[in-house]
């Protein structure tokens, strides 16, 4: 049972640091190279018709 | 030693003088400061201004009362206290900042542009922090008998303690919760020269991994307070420091109960 928890938590630390150093590392160079595989946006960023209402047409109270 | 006032035409608006002293003093009291040192400094830079001021200090909040010595106008803030980390940097610059107002008579928009560069660039380095803290807590296990493997042990637990403690507060997890995570893994790893035979000294280790989590300064300050009066703000710095200690000993005590160490 000590050992067990010993290693349960070492093992955690262990994923932890190299959790923290990748996502530190992949926000690095992603700042430096504005390289984002993935996000989230309107389609209209991508597509865009003659016609189609503006971002401030769309506002309804 | 009698004071120089500042000219008529140089004496601040009482209204921007009032908004100053809470920023001042809700970043002081949030860095650690005591209840006296607040209230002096904050006296000093009013007076330097021609002003007077009352203070109430509680727990969670300020009120300053300015009033121009004329009998003027008179204007009352309210400020939370800032939820810092407690910086003896940042406590020191705005003490010698209140000197500067007092004896060098820098007017109120140098002072705040002063005060603004003090708080926002309290810039330690994470890793030096973290090396240092855990080199004071390895030393701390020296001072209390242990042998080079178990300051080694907690050399490592700490370490790996504090780490972990700075990434569950900039993850906003609650401070006790914090406490009593870091704890526990502190201890779970400070019984390793027990838990493999090494060294001499396991129970020392072990004791001693934890160290970095006891609330010093606010025990402190809770007694300088209460020497001085500040009955409220004592009784709730004195408070504070029970109950991170009690999660610190939460924390202590299920890490020796998994590794069976010590008193169970």
């Known amino acids: ?61 | 030693m009698t004071e120089i006032p500042l000219k008529e035409t140089c004496e601040p608006d009482v209204r921007k003088v009032c908004v100053f002293l809470s920023d001042y003093s809700a970043w002081l009291l949030g860095c650690g400061s005591t209840c006296v040192r607040l209230e002096k400094n904050v006296t000093r830079i009013a007076r330097a201004y021609g002003k007077t001021v009352d203070i109430t200090i509680m727990p969670r909040h300020v009120h300053i009362s300015v009033r121009d010595k004329n009998g003027g106008d008179f204007v009352t803030s309210v400020s939370t206290i800032r939820h810092t980390p407690i910086s003896f940097n940042i406590n020191t610059r705005l003490s010698e900042l209140s000197w500067a107002i007092a004896e060098k008579r820098i007017s109120l928009r140098e002072a705040e542009e002063r005060f603004r560069e003090i708080v926002t660039n309290d810039r330690q380095n994470p890793w030096t922090v973290l090396l240092l803290v855990s080199l004071a807590n390895a030393s701390f296990c020296r001072l209390f008998g242990g042998d080079i493997t178990a300051m080694g042990v907690v050399f490592m637990a700490t370490m790996a303690g504090y780490w972990l403690k700075t990434q569950l507060l900039s993850k906003k997890v609650d401070i006790r919760a914090t406490v009593a995570i870091c704890a526990f893994v502190s201890a779970v790893l400070g019984a390793t020269d027990s838990l493999f035979a090494l060294g001499s000294t396991p129970d020392i280790a072990l004791g001693t991994s934890v160290l970095y989590l006891v609330p010093g300064i606010p025990l402190l300050n809770s007694f300088s307070d209460m020497l001085y009066r500040y009955y409220i703000c004592s009784m709730s710095r004195f408070f504070d420091a029970v109950v991170i200690t009690g999660c610190l000993s939460i924390g202590l005590c299920a890490a020796m109960f998994m590794m069976n160490a010590g008193m169970f």
Do not use: K, N, Y
């Open chain 1, 1 to 61: 049972m000590p050992l067990l928890t010993w290693l349960l938590i070492v093992g955690i630390l262990i994923l932890a640091v190299i959790t923290r150093t990748i996502i530190f590392l992949h926000t690095s160079r992603r700042e430096r190279f504005h390289f984002r595989p993935f996000e989230i946006g309107s389609e209209r960023e991508e597509f865009f018709v003659p016609g189609d209402p503006q971002g401030s047409d769309e506002d309804i109270d």
